[in-house]
């Protein structure tokens, strides 16, 4: 089983950064593809980014791409989401997840998920 704790979440102005971090306990970290999703109230939970447990190809959804960034160290078993040139559309809850595809895009192929982190972003 893993467990998984999101930080880095809080109350943003149009513009700024912010940098989310996850952190995950079990021993085959390096063997899991993770991900990250939001959700915001009323919506169906997205995609926003996600890599593949093989070192393969960095996903990210067209809603963040250029301005998010996603980033994996084995080693503390972290994976973080650096968020640049936030926006309104970007307040969401934000998730970070494990599933043992080598390629997960959807929020069903995962299997665990942290308790999410809120990003508020002011216009």
């Known amino acids: 089983q893993v467990q998984l704790a999101e930080s880095g979440g809080g109350l943003v102005q149009t513009g700024a950064s912010l940098r989310l971090s996850c952190a995950a306990s079990?021993?085959?970290?390096?063997?899991?593809?993770m991900g990250w999703f939001r959700q915001g109230l009323g919506k169906e939970r997205e995609f926003v980014a996600g890599?593949?447990?093989?070192?393969?190809?960095?996903d990210y959804a067209d809603s963040v791409q250029g301005r998010f960034t996603f980033a994996r160290d084995n080693a503390k078993k972290t994976v973080d989401l650096q968020m640049n040139s936030l926006g309104p559309e970007d307040t969401e809850v934000y998730y970070c997840?494990?599933?043992?595809?080598?390629?997960?895009?959807?929020?069903?192929?995962?299997?665990?998920w942290g308790q999410g982190t809120q990003v508020p972003v002011s216009s």
């Open positions: 079990g021993r085959t970290f390096s063997s899991y593809t």
């Open positions: 890599d593949s447990w093989n070192g393969g190809s960095t």
């Open positions: 997840a494990v599933s043992n595809r080598l390629r997960a895009r959807r929020a069903r192929d995962y299997a665990y």
